[in-house]
């Protein structure tokens, strides 16, 4: 049985599922467990239907082909891509551990968040422009999940630096090897659908992105409830064409409650979220990066040296873990709206987009039962609703008496039941655990 999870995507400061469409007419989201329909979370041609826990080495990596992507675009020989696919995920502990970040979880139909990332790009960049960041660690377990990936386009970080040094790492590299190229960025955490629509809505941002050699590229997502979790886009001028891009005034970064409300009520002509999917000329973001951030550009700039030569772990272990931990967004993006010599603009995302950074918002690619419980895992219930409840066991039973608004999550050697409305302190609890109990469990 599959269902969903009920009640505000605010509960929890779950990221939200945002559909732009009237409320009445919101289909929704067919992902995860829920409909064998949807293009992202189809197993690949030859692959039977998956329970949470369980994967297909042949799932991702070329063979399998999107339903509903449309005939693959033209592929531009400049174009490029890279995933961020670094972070830990305790909101997602006790699933997501050291070893097996939510990233790499195969918890929506068997496929992993980062699988997924990858597959959304087919049709759209050459598979040999996609490169993926995250951490040295996940190297084996992220070249297993996606074999046709290059190990050459696996940019390992030693340790993890923030999003500026990701994506200037990802740029330095790129451009030293094709100077003219292009580079999207995207994280491993999103379901973005309909699929052939961001497709179109990328390539708006490859065009911008390439008229000149200062424009950078972010993508804003229609807010739905006052989110403080989100920065958000203040939006000025309309471009004419680029599907509706328009120029960022500012960048605002994580507001008060108030805020919020105020950017919501003003509506989305004027303020968008920031959605932290970009695309840029390389040349432009290291330019921008040497601008601002002058330290943090040599020292990138040493690494992409090194990096196709025997000397590249010794140089990114000697070097990276000294670059400042900033993020893009404070250090290039928000100068940059503000800098006569460079454009920051916006392309509107007008789709279902979802952050899968929470046990709420993971409840959301579920259908819901009868009772509206979201089920990742064989449940039986009694005078049970509105649960999460999940295991990376499909044959362990896990059944409810009374139980109301929890999130149940089982593995075979820790176990999570939490209010909803306290999902948010999940983050705490996995340091309360790992100074109990170390490395074992988290």
Known sequence: M??????????????????NAPSALRPRMAIGLKTP???????????????????HPQAVGGAATLAGAGEPASIGTMKYAMIMAGGSGTRLWPMSRAGQPKQLIPFIQGRSLL???????????DPEHCYICAGESHRAATLEALPALDAGRFLAEPEGRDT????????????????????????????????????RIVEHGYELAGRDDHTLVTFGVTPSYPATGFGYLALGEALGGYGGARQVNEFKEKPSLAQAQRYLDAGPARYLWNSGMFVWKAKTLLDCIERYQPANAAALHRIAEAFDTPNRDTVLSEVYPTLKKVSVDY????????????????????????????????????????????????????????????SSDSEHLIATVGCKDLLIVHTPDATLVC?????????????????QYGEKLT
């Open 2 to 19: 599959v269902s969903g999870f009920r009640g505000s995507a605010a509960d929890g400061h779950a990221a939200p599922m945002v559909q």
């Open 37 to 55: 329909e949807s293009p992202l979370t189809q197993p690949a041609r030859g692959c039977p239907p998956l329970q949470v826990g369980e994967s």
């Open 115 to 125: 699988q997924i990332a990858m597959q959304r790009l087919e049709g759209l960049v």
């Open 164 to 199: 500026l040094n990701a994506v200037g790492y990802g740029a330095a590299v790129i451009a030293h090897r094709d100077p003219e190229a292009m580079i999207a960025v995207f994280t491993a955490d999103h379901i973005i659908e309909p699929v052939d629509t961001f497709q």
């Open 331 to 390: 250090a290039v993006m928000e100068p940059a709206s503000q800098d006569p010599d460079f454009d920051v603009v916006a392309v509107p995302m007008p789709l279902t987009w979802l952050d899968v950074g929470s046990w709420p918002s993971f409840a959301e690619t579920c259908e819901r039962d009868e009772h509206d419980n979201a089920i990742a895992a064989t449940h039986l219930g009694l005078d049970s609703s509105n649960n999460l409840v999940a």
């Open 419 to 435: 209010h909803r409305d306290h999902a948010e302190q999940i983050k705490q609890l996995h340091g309360m655990v790992t100074e």
